[in-house]
């Protein structure tokens, strides 16, 4: 609430009694009857219909002071603001409220008293209303754009005042600035998106601590679970070191000292008949795998053989068809019919195809001489 100015206070006098034995003496006022007075006050008295003013030089038992029906309070200090609030309205429900301060300065506290300028903002609150087109300014703006509206009220409050300034008998008055305040309504739904906005991101950060702790958690737990691999794995490297040196001594010594378990056993025991047993397949398959090759070379031969004995049986009947064809029938009769057989049963072995191509050849060179002696003979 905004303090009373320029007249503080004013209070109504009554005449004093005589002070001294029996009412003779003089008359003088009590401290309690003025009001409380500091630097940049004034006391203004009227007296007899006249107002006299008080620098603090008066006495109480002065006669002005004294004789004075009424007293005044005014403060005369220098560039005193008063703030001078007003609503216009808005394109929405709640209105803007400008907030106008001026500096005014009492030039003369008597012309304040005798006029009456008790409160000096109510006479600039009629001051500003007067002027019509500042309550147009802010009817087609919105709440969240009281910036807009604050600079056009600014221009229009010091326009007005700089072409029709306020007038108060006794006072210097001059604009101090305007401010224009942000609505309730803007200011409550602001309020609650900064709550919102904090405890958004007072959950995104409890729960990024959440993520980063069960990160953390789920990173300890893989090491750890690494760690206790790795220990497994030495210690399964262990058990096989100690089981090639001597394995039943080892054993027999590590499950009494407690160094081994009988899982470890256990252990070692399906590894050893996983690794027989994988012998084993491994020893399997090379006999197959060896058994397959001497399969196809043992085919490869009987192929070649039979390729061999085809050859030798089509050498055969074409020297016998050579000699048919020189007339030496009767001669080769007998290789006829041994080729017949062969090619009749194919099990039976062949002789040699050189062989027989030879005592073919030479039965046909035969044939040739005795054919020449017999052409001699008859010539």
């Excluded at 005014?74 to 803007?96: C, H, K, M, Q, W």
Aim: charged share 35%; aromatic share 4%.
């Amino acid at each position: 609430m905004q303090r009373k100015y320029p007249i503080i206070e004013q209070r109504q006098l009554r005449l004093p009694e005589r002070q001294g034995p029996l009412g003779l003496g003089r008359r003088c006022r009590d401290r309690e009857d003025l009001p409380e007075v500091l630097a940049h006050h004034l006391l203004v008295y009227r007296v007899r219909g006249e107002y006299v003013v008080d620098n603090g030089r008066l006495g109480l038992d002065d006669e002005r002071v004294v004789e004075a029906d009424h007293v005044s309070l005014v403060d005369v200090g220098r560039d005193t603001a008063v703030s001078v609030p007003l609503t216009i309205p808005s394109g929405e429900d709640a209105p803007f409220t400008i907030v106008t301060t001026f500096n005014c300065t009492v030039t003369d506290a008597v012309t304040v008293v005798r006029e009456g300028q008790t409160e000096a903002a109510k006479r600039l609150d009629t001051y500003l209303r007067a002027h019509q087109r500042l309550f147009e300014l802010g009817q087609y703006c919105e709440l969240a754009e009281v910036n807009e509206v604050r600079v056009s009220t600014s221009a229009q409050i010091q326009a007005y005042t700089q072409l029709k300034p306020p007038v108060i008998p006794g006072i210097s008055i001059e604009l101090a600035g305007v401010e224009v305040t942000v609505p309730d309504a803007l200011r409550e739904y602001r309020e609650k998106l900064r709550e919102t906005r904090e405890q958004y991101d007072l959950s995104n950060h409890v729960a990024i601590q959440e993520g980063t702790q069960a990160l953390k958690e789920d990173h300890l737990k893989q090491a750890l679970a690494a760690q206790q691999q790795n220990g497994t794995l030495e210690r399964a490297q262990q058990v096989d070191e100690f089981a090639k040196e001597s394995p039943a001594r080892v054993w027999a010594a590590g499950l009494a000292s407690g160094e081994f378990s009988y899982a470890d056993l256990a252990a070692q025991l399906d590894k050893r008949e996983r690794m027989v047993v994988e012998r084993i397949e491994r020893e399997q398959e090379e006999l197959r795998r060896r058994w397959e090759v001497t399969r196809e070379d043992e085919l490869r031969r009987q192929t070649w053989r039979r390729e061999d004995e085809r050859q030798q049986l089509a050498l055969k009947l074409e020297l016998i068809k050579e000699a048919l064809q020189r007339g030496h029938g009767d001669e080769v009769s007998l290789g006829l019919d041994e080729l017949i057989r062969q090619m009749l049963e194919p099990g039976v072995s062949v002789a040699s195809g050189g062989e027989e191509r030879q005592s073919i050849e030479k039965n046909g060179h035969d044939f040739d001489g005795e054919a020449a002696e017999e052409e001699d003979s008859g010539d």
